[in-house]
């Protein structure tokens, strides 16, 4: 299925209703060019996961983790920059086999191979300069 969207702040409202129905040990890839939304897409996740803090894109760090409801935890992850999976391999594998972490991945290209079967991916493109088209597996439960 592919959203349309037509503001950021659609964007962040798409991943507030898709927090909605999170129960922690999901996995999203998120797929798409440099400004295409990806990130601000999981400001709203967090947003919607009641995350407190100010989601900052991971590009640089690599890894951010943010403690959300109900004990869950966020971890986004940007592998942009990285070029070698190996020094994040451990890292990662533990939280997507956590079933208290909701895993968010950007440019996952370079781990793709490990992760798991039943993770989601998200499409992103930028049709215009403020719409962005973001394709969901059917799969994904989206609240009203
Ligand atoms: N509909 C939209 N959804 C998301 N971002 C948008 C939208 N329209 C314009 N933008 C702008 O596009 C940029 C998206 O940046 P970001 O979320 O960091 O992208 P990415 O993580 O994919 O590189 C931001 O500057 C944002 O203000
Ligand atoms: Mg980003």
Do not use: C
Request: no cysteine.
């Amino acid at each position: 299925m592919i959203i349309e969207v037509a503001s950021e702040l659609e964007t962040k409202e798409l991943g507030k209703k898709i927090a909605v129905g999170l129960k922690g040990g999901e996995v999203f890839q998120l797929v798409g060019d440099v400004g295409a939304g990806k990130t601000t897409f999981v400001k709203g996740l967090a947003a919607g996961l009641g995350v407190d803090d100010d989601v900052q894109s991971p590009s640089f760090t690599i890894s951010r983790m943010y403690d959300a409801r109900d004990g869950l935890q966020l971890a986004h992850y940007d592998f942009y920059r990285l070029n070698d999976p190996g020094i994040m391999a451990n890292e990662l594998e533990e939280m997507m086999n956590d079933p208290t972490t909701i895993t968010v991945i950007e440019w996952a290209d370079i781990v793709e191979g490990v992760l798991p079967e039943g993770h989601y991916t998200l499409r992103f493109s930028a049709p215009t300069e403020t719409t962005r088209h973001i394709e969901v597996s059917d799969t994904l439960e989206i609240s009203e």
